[in-house]
């Protein structure tokens, strides 16, 4: 006699559970987060006024989530965190500032698909400041990685993006730094660095920006980019992250550089060119077959015990 569905449900191992929970977490931040270059394209704003505003509804929106849920003001969490919460914020404060910027000054496929290089960068200043022991295929990835990005910039020059090509190096290079100091100091709660990441960069961007002659009609978007697009995606990126391997999120993660490009794309028309996508090929290719080989290594392992 089979067994009643209830019963199936009730064998199922926790720990599966917790696997789709974190997946379906970490794919809807992904989700959120692939909207930032859709967002950026429709607004009318300048550059400094998109990142003061949308770092400032950020900030908001985090400094109410985190007090309320720890009960603790904002400025008591960022005390007990210390320097480390502090340099993590200077490091994301940069970051989320070159984006913008490398948002205005190249394509969104190649802001995305450079910034995809993060976590090999994170893997090499891992190595060299914190000897994590790096796999020897991750460095083969990291080279395939590279020859993408070589590729990518390779036409710059000529089509006036080696500004925004830069910037968004910048910008993986800057989270991958931070997120070394998090892997550095795992005691502290690193969350509210992001809360003053954001207050940092509105704080900064406020004198180049104007945000005054902000119409309205761009206020909806824009707060839509701070809250939704950044905050919403971080905290359930936070949520599901805790949840699974590092591997799955990486490769999860990689549906922000496959779906940014594509709203684009639809909606507006920005179509990469050969150079762009010979490129992002290479990278997503070493990203993919990186976690792959991440995902099936460890399970190979333990039935080998």
């Known amino acids: 006699m089979p067994a009643a569905p209830d019963a199936i449900r009730l064998r199922r191992p926790p720990a599966t559970r917790a696997l789709r929970r974190g997946g379906l977490l970490v794919a809807c931040a992904a989700l959120c987060w692939s909207s930032g270059g859709l967002i950026a394209r429709l607004v009318g704003t300048s550059p400094w ?48 500032t070159c984006f913008i910027l490398a948002l205005a000054h190249t394509s969104v496929a190649n802001t995305l698909m450079l910034m995809s290089t993060g976590p090999y960068v994170a893997g090499l200043l891992g190595y060299l400041v914190l000897g994590e022991r790096v796999a020897a295929r991750t460095w083969v990835a990291m080279s395939v990685a590279l020859a993408g990005v070589v590729i990518m910039v390779s036409r710059s020059y000529g089509r006036g993006s080696i500004v925004g090509d830069v910037l968004a190096i910048l910008t993986a290079g800057s989270f991958a730094v931070a997120t070394v100091i998090v892997r550095r100091h795992p005691e502290i709660e690193m969350a509210p660095a992001a809360a003053l990441a954001t207050t940092l960069t509105a704080l ?50 990689m549906l922000e550089v496959v779906l940014g490009p594509l709203w684009v794309w639809l909606v507006i028309g920005e179509r990469p060119d050969s150079a762009s996508l010979a490129g992002g090929a290479l990278i997503l290719a070493a990203l993919f077959v990186n976690a792959i080989v991440d995902l099936v290594t460890p399970r190979a392992a333990s039935r080998s015990r």
């Open 204 to 253: 900064v961007a406020l004198p180049l920006a104007e945000p005054i002659v902000t119409t309205s009609r761009d206020l909806a978007p824009l707060a839509l980019f701070g809250i939704g697009q950044f905050g919403v995606g971080f905290l359930l990126f936070m949520a599901g992250a805790r949840l699974l391997p590092v591997a799955e999120t990486s490769l999860i993660g």
């Open 49 to 96: 006024t998109t990142n003061f505003w949308r770092s400032a509804f950020a900030s908001v929106f985090l400094i109410m989530v985190l007090s309320g849920l720890r009960r603790r003001s904002i400025v008591a969490q960022w005390r007990a965190g210390g320097r480390p919460v502090l340099m993590a914020a200077v490091c994301m404060a940069a970051a989320s």
